[in-house]
């Protein structure tokens, strides 16, 4: 079988969505608590797991603490699911045409994923009834402390290879070959 350019880029707009997905493995969630007792402040940091911002969080007695945001998986997995149909674009399907709306269906699952990986701070403060101007809510409070919600790295670099991905599939489409 021989690679051709466009076979390459398609391809690499596939590995770039399938390592999107993983970054639901890292850092989603970063919390910022700071506490003032009597004049003193301190900020400590902390950070949800993918995996506990999108499936949610128990204590040691079955009590759920944070709720998940299932709706940011769903954008994991549509870059998942784009980066397959770019492999399926470009080695199983011998059809031109076909493989070049396979490609555009794949480029434009992998942007609504990006998507929906960039709006998990929102969907994870709304499903856990945070108001992120006020504090924490749904996760209770502090006397005195000072909440601060946002990204990790895992939705933002996920976010960015699933977007970098879906350009790579899309530029395959405007390629010349021989």
Known sequence: MKLSLKKILVLAGALLGVVAFFMMFVDAIKVSVTTVVIGNSSTDVSYYSGLESLFGVKNNSGDIVVKGAGGAFVGYLLALLGGAAAVVSALVIKDKKMAMYIVIGAAALMVVGAVLMFCE???????????????????????GASYEYGLGAGPIVGGILAILGAGCAGASIVVKEK
């Open 121 to 143: 701070k929102a969907m994870f403060l709304g499903v856990n009834e945070i108001d992120s101007a006020s504090g924490a809510a749904g996760l209770g409070s502090i006397l």
